[in-house]
């Protein structure tokens, strides 16, 4: 039996109580043992940021890896780019950034002329694309709950007024959910999911996300490869035994999907492709920059600017848009910029050579390539033990969570539970 079947026997089991009286004197009043609660269980979406794939390889994970050898795993493809936004709004909701509307961390739009969005914008103007699983549910009598997750805190569907405070008006958000604040620990957030696990069934949430920050904090910093990233690893890995130690004291079977956004590379500054370089800086306005770099040609200069950055540049790669290769299914959305140079894993497209050393890790990179591969476990009683699935895009995970939760597949989205099949059993 599985750690969690375990706990859904042990929440099957009924307290009998009860007592013999004596018939010569009356019945003293007595009170019944109350049965213990038959739980259904739940559904939790667990994101570590930036965990590589191969972290699991490391010796240091005994709780993931038990997780893993235990129920069903993969190396999971991100969908590109390989950012945590576009990602994190591809798993909840099925599509890839193309179509979800959240193409990058960083992104304008020709319908919003002077605005940025960045990774603070909750307008839900910018959201509103791609439904996520959270307001799927809510239409459906299904509580659910967000302890953090990117776009949990948008009123989705809904608009910002048109005043000076930028109140939203109508939209679903999570029945609970909290806004993102990276002083909360991990600690704190799981037992932020337990708390709402310990209430009554009426208003306890079948379906939670729970995220964590620190493996990329700590990747981007110090690189993939670096002791301290490992601690980050080992730290976050100590976390998720809390919350499985946590289910258990509970009583509360559960069904736990722990997956990563992307993975991360390392970067360093003897590695940069420098644009201006390529083109003069008079021919382009630079929208974000990196692992990859988009731009926009000034006024006038379209020509001049296709003339000198398309093609490949060492250990980059630019196209116009809708060149860029068909099986990254990115380059058809509005949002995304004239001009796409794509760098090599390891390499970043910078405005000019930098002026001080840097190192540490990035991501962005081809969504193919090993060091973007990204975390996926799924535990629990609806899922079978030890299956190793081949590869896939993270928007299958979308479907996979409508099984779980009980909503009917989902039409016109990019993803599909067909990874899953014949190691997924809901209804269990």
């Keep these: 039996m599985t750690r969690f079947g375990t706990v859904v026997a042990a929440a099957l089991v009924l307290a009998i109580g009860g007592c013999a009286v004596a018939p010569a004197s009356p019945p003293p009043e007595t009170v019944a043992a109350a049965p213990s609660e038959l739980k259904a269980p739940v559904t939790i979406l667990v994101s570590i940021d930036a965990f590589r794939a191969d972290y699991l390889d490391r010796g240091i994970t005994p709780v993931l890896s038990r997780l893993a050898a235990t129920g069903v795993s993969a190396a999971m493809h991100p969908s590109?780019?390989?950012?945590?936004?576009?990602?994190?709004?591809?798993?909840?909701?099925?599509?890839?950034?193309?179509?979800?509307?959240?193409?990058?961390?960083?992104?304008?739009?020709?319908?919003?002329?002077?605005?940025?969005?960045?990774?603070?914008?909750d307008d839900p103007f910018w959201w509103n694309a791609a439904e996520p699983i959270w307001v799927a549910a809510e239409k459906h009598g299904i509580r659910t709950a967000t302890m953090f997750w990117p776009g949990s805190n948008v009123a989705w569907g809904g608009h910002e007024e048109s005043d000076a405070h930028h109140a939203i008006a109508g939209?679903?958000?999570?029945?609970?959910?909290?806004?993102?604040?990276?002083?909360?620990?991990?600690?704190?957030?799981?037992?932020?999911?337990?708390?709402?696990?310990?209430?009554?069934?009426?208003?306890?949430?079948?379906?939670?996300?729970?995220?964590f920050d620190t493996v990329d904090t700590a990747g981007h910093e110090y690189g993939p490869g670096d002791p301290r990233t490992n601690a980050a690893v080992a730290d976050v890995d100590k976390t998720i035994g809390m919350l499985v130690d946590g289910l258990k004291t509970l009583h509360q079977p559960a069904n736990l999907i722990v997956l990563a956004d992307h993975g991360m590379a390392a970067i360093s500054s003897d590695r940069v492709v420098a644009l201006d370089a390529i083109a003069p800086p008079a021919d382009y306005r630079i929208v974000e920059a990196g692992p990859y770099a988009s731009l926009d040609a000034k006024p006038g200069h379209e020509a001049e600017l296709a003339h000198?950055?398309?093609?490949?540049?060492?250990?980059?790669?630019?196209?116009?848009?809708?060149?860029?290769?068909?099986?990254?299914?990115?380059?058809?959305?509005?949002?995304?910029?004239?001009?796409?140079?794509?760098?090599e894993p390891g390499w970043e497209v910078l405005p000019s050579k930098p002026a001080k050393p840097f190192g540490g890790g990035n991501h962005g990179y081809d969504n193919l390539a090993p060091s973007m591969?990204?975390?996926?476990?799924?535990?629990?009683?609806?899922?079978?033990?030890?299956?190793?699935?081949?590869?896939?895009?993270?928007?299958?995970?979308?479907a996979l969570l409508r099984d779980l939760i009980g909503l009917p597949p989902a039409s016109g989205v990019d993803g599909t539970d067909a990874p899953f099949r014949g190691v997924v059993h809901p209804e269990r």
Excluded at 86 to 115: C, F, L, Q
Aim: glycine share 6%.
């Design 308 to 343: 000198l950055l398309l093609g490949h540049h060492g250990h980059a790669t630019c196209w116009r848009k809708q060149d860029i290769p068909a099986r990254f299914h990115y380059g058809r959305n509005r949002r995304i910029p004239a001009f796409f140079c794509l760098a």
């Design 80 to 121: 590109f780019p390989s950012k945590t936004f576009p990602n994190h709004w591809a798993i909840v909701t099925g599509d890839y950034p193309d179509h979800s509307g959240i193409t990058a961390n960083k992104m304008e739009d020709p319908d919003r002329p002077g605005e940025t969005f960045t990774m603070a914008t």
């Design 171 to 211: 939209g679903t958000r999570p029945e609970d959910w909290q806004q993102f604040n990276m002083a909360v620990t991990g600690e704190q957030r799981v037992n932020a999911v337990l708390d709402w696990l310990r209430r009554p069934a009426a208003i306890r949430p079948r379906l939670a996300t729970l995220y």
């Design 373 to 398: 591969q990204a975390l996926f476990i799924a535990n629990g009683p609806a899922f079978n033990r030890g299956t190793r699935l081949a590869p896939f895009v993270n928007v299958d995970v979308y």
